[in-house]
Nanobody
Framework: HVQLVESGGGSVQTGGSLNLSCVVSGWPYTSACMAWFRQAPGKEREGVASISSDGIETYADSVKGRFTISKDNAKKTVYLQMNSLKPEDTAMYIC???????????????????WGQGTQVTVS
């Protein structure tokens, strides 16, 4: 079965950086949208970044210019490099995946059915 396992979270000071990883196992498809979401206590889950099979990246306005999503297909891993972190970035960061039939941009058109457990990011 499909599993997504995140790592790389932690506690950093404002302005610091973290690099999150999401390893995917058991994936039976040849193409997919991969995404990072986050959820802070008392707030709704929000999409942070996504990357399509063709490598098209999309970002939430709040993280543009600070976060970068990337993937290594050979390692079946998706990354989220987070720079210039702010206290408002504090949240549980969750990796998601969904099979797609094409490599078009993922944002706004994909309903994710596979989720990881998340990794906590705290910025103070």
């Amino acid at each position: 079965h499909v599993q997504l396992v995140e790592s790389g979270g932690g506690s950093v000071q404002t302005g610091g950086s973290l690099n999150l990883s999401c390893v995917v196992s058991g994936w039976p498809y040849t193409s997919a949208c991969m995404a990072w979401f986050r959820q802070a206590p008392g707030k709704e889950r929000e999409g942070v970044a996504s990357i399509s099979s063709d490598g098209i990246e999309t970002y939430a306005d709040s993280v543009k210019g600070r976060f970068t999503i990337s993937k290594d297909n050979a390692k079946k891993t998706v990354y989220l490099q987070m720079n210039s972190l702010k206290p408002e970035d504090t949240a549980m960061y969750i990796c998601a995946a969904q099979h797609t039939w094409d490599g078009a941009a993922c944002q706004g058109r994909v309903e994710y059915n596979y989720w990881g457990q998340g990794t906590q990011v705290t910025v103070s």
